[in-house]
């Protein structure tokens, strides 16, 4: 693996050792910070200049080889959820990604492309803009000879100010699958309240999703293309206290408003054929 130090950009990106000892890229920009461990390419931290955090990360996150990062932006591929013998989510949150090549532009973006190793017939990249928004774009092409199904998911991690102060917009009229229930029906709420455990796929939206929150004065803005599936999930008590790597009481600072390709929207690729995924996350002022 080539030395990610190489692409270092003086004051601006830096490679140091993250937690547990794994390799961590520290950027700084005009209007934001941002952390990324090369470890599942995982953005673990993006703040604007003077706000929270945008992401939420678990204090009991494990941060070790195989494991997955509580928190931050998971990248899930090829599948989503449990399969049978292999890991949940797939294998491309606990890949040691390569940090394959950075950039900085005059107003002071910094992009950074990233490739995961060893994924068989797919060629797969992810760009990761910082900015005064985050955008992170993951592509996928099938370099094989036949065509191949996948799904996708940017599972993010949302810092919110407490669960009941918050609102979601941007889904209602949407079909969903709950998967608590196991049954299928449609969002009727206009703005979403989450007030019990929730664990659902939403379907064909290519809608943006807002998460309202007076708490810490802010807006927090998910605008998505190359996404058919919004997921929205929030494990409340019981399922909190179940995951090891997560804080009894950390259900009321987070919720995962994801962007991807999941069940009936999972992508099929021809040969030689390019997927893009892409989610721009943002936060605006509360009038
Ligand atoms: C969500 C799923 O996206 O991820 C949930 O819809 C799941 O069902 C959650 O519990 C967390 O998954 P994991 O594998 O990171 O514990």
């Known amino acids: ?15 140091a050792a993250g937690n547990g000892g794994l390799t961590k890229l520290l950027i700084e920009t005009p209007w934001s910070t941002a ?4 470890h599942g390419a995982h953005v673990t931290d993006f703040r604007k200049t003077g706000e929270p955090p945008l992401l939420f990360i678990s204090a009991a996150s494990e941060f070790a080889p195989g494991k997955a990062i509580r928190g931050g932006v998971p990248v899930i591929f090829p599948w989503f959820g449990p399969r049978e013998g292999f890991p949940a989510h797939g294998f491309a949150r606990t890949a040691e990604w390569h940090l394959t090549r950075a950039s900085r532009t005059r107003e002071g973006a910094v ?18 803009v910082v900015a005064e928004t985050l955008t992170l774009s993951l592509i996928v092409t099938n370099r094989g000879s036949a065509a191949a199904v996948f799904e996708t998911c940017l599972h993010t991690y949302f810092q919110i100010s ?4 918050v609102s979601l917009n941007g889904l209602t009229g949407t079909r969903y699958f709950d998967k608590l229930l196991d049954a299928e029906a449609v969002e009727t709420a206009p703005a979403l309240k ?4 929730v664990d659902r796929v939403y379907q064909d939206t290519a809608a943006t999703v807002e998460i309202v929150d007076p708490g810490f004065q802010r807006r927090i803005r998910v605008a998505k293309s190359g996404s058919a599936s919004t997921v929205v999930w929030n494990p409340w008590i019981d399922k909190s206290k179940r995951m090891a790597d997560f804080g009894d009481e950390e259900y009321r600072q987070m919720v995962c408003v994801e962007s991807g390709n999941i069940a009936g929207h999972a992508v099929t690729l021809a040969p030689a054929q390019r997927a893009v995924l892409q989610a721009e996350l943002s936060s605006l002022a509360l009038d």
């Not at 952390?35 to 090369?38: P, T």
């Open 1 to 15: 693996m080539s030395d990610p130090k190489q692409h270092e950009i003086a004051g601006h990106l830096t490679v």
């Open 35 to 38: 952390e990324i461990h090369l």
């Open 111 to 128: 992009t950074l492309h990233l490739s995961l190793p060893d994924a068989g017939d797919f060629e797969v990249g992810y760009r990761i």
């Open 162 to 165: 407490a669960i009941d102060a």
């Open 194 to 197: 989450i007030g019990s455990e």
